[in-house]
């Protein structure tokens, strides 16, 4: 297992940036793809963005593509998620997860793909 907490939520406006950290201990986290997955209230938890476990392949949500940037950094044990341009829909928990793979070139999409969670981090985006 691989311990994730999230960090770098907040309230900003409309078209402001954001950028999220999830920061990982426990096991080799370069063994590890990266996905970000955000939860609004009233809603399912949904796909943002994902990452292949040597940071090589990246994969976005439509609703977010252009505007948010995932980066992976071995060395640091961090996963980050670079939000720009947001809008209020973007507004919701954001929670990292990790998958243990095998293969370096692969993401992974949906939530039951990964059985490691963070505890989420707050976004807030105002009008």
């Known amino acids: 297992q691989v311990q994730l907490v999230e960090s770098g939520g907040g309230l900003v406006q409309a078209g402001d940036s954001l950028r999220l950290s999830c920061a990982a201990s426990?096991?080799?986290?370069?063994?590890?793809?990266m996905g970000w997955f955000r939860q609004a209230p009233g809603k399912e938890r949904e796909f943002v963005a994902a990452?292949?476990?040597?940071?090589?392949?990246?994969y976005y949500a439509d609703s977010v593509k252009g505007r948010f940037t995932i980066s992976k950094d071995n060395a640091k044990n961090t996963v980050a998620l670079q939000m720009d341009s947001l809008k209020p829909e973007d507004a919701a928990v954001y929670y990292c997860?990790?998958?243990?793979?095998?293969?370096?070139?692969?993401?992974?999409?949906?939530?039951?793909?990964?059985?490691?969670w963070g505890q989420g981090t707050q976004v807030t985006v105002s009008s």
């Open positions: 426990g096991r080799t986290f370069s063994n590890y793809a």
């Open positions: 997860a990790a998958h243990l793979s095998w293969n370096s070139r692969v993401v992974f999409t949906t939530t039951t793909q990964y059985d490691n």
């Open positions: 990452i292949s476990r040597g940071g090589g392949i990246t």
